[in-house]
Nanobody, 127 residues
């Protein structure tokens, strides 16, 4: 089984930075791509960033347009951990952030393309 646990959320002011962590355990071959999603109140869960983890020969990261240049996704295979460095945070970044794993070897960006989910961590950015 695959388990994902997020941490690092909190309350910050606009312009501040946060780093989210996602600790993964279980079958690494079942999480070819690791991603971050977020969901604000009353909105759909949206894609934020993703990075290849295992089961693929090409390793790369990709981002939603809304966070390009501000957020950076990275991974530490030895620690089985994926990170999301969030800089220049804006109030519109306020959401519950979820770590997710996809078994696809493609470029998953949709919610239904991810198979495993963490419980989420709250990020609140004040004006």
């Amino acid at each position: 089984q695959v388990q994902l646990v997020e941490s690092g959320g909190g309350l910050v002011q606009a312009g501040d930075s946060l780093r989210l962590s996602c600790a993964a355990s279980g079958r690494s071959f079942s999480r070819n791509v690791m991603g971050w999603f977020r969901q604000a109140p009353g909105k759909e869960r949206e894609f934020v960033a993703a990075i290849t983890w295992s089961g693929v020969s090409t390793y790369y990261a990709y981002y939603a347009d809304s966070v390009k240049g501000r957020f950076t996704i990275s991974r530490d295979n030895d620690k089985n951990t994926v990170y999301l460095q969030m800089n220049s945070l804006k109030p519109e970044d306020t959401a519950v952030y979820y770590c997710a794993a996809s078994i696809l070897k493609q470029r998953p960006v949709r919610r239904d393309e991810y198979n495993y989910w963490g419980q989420g961590t709250q990020v609140t950015v004040s004006s």
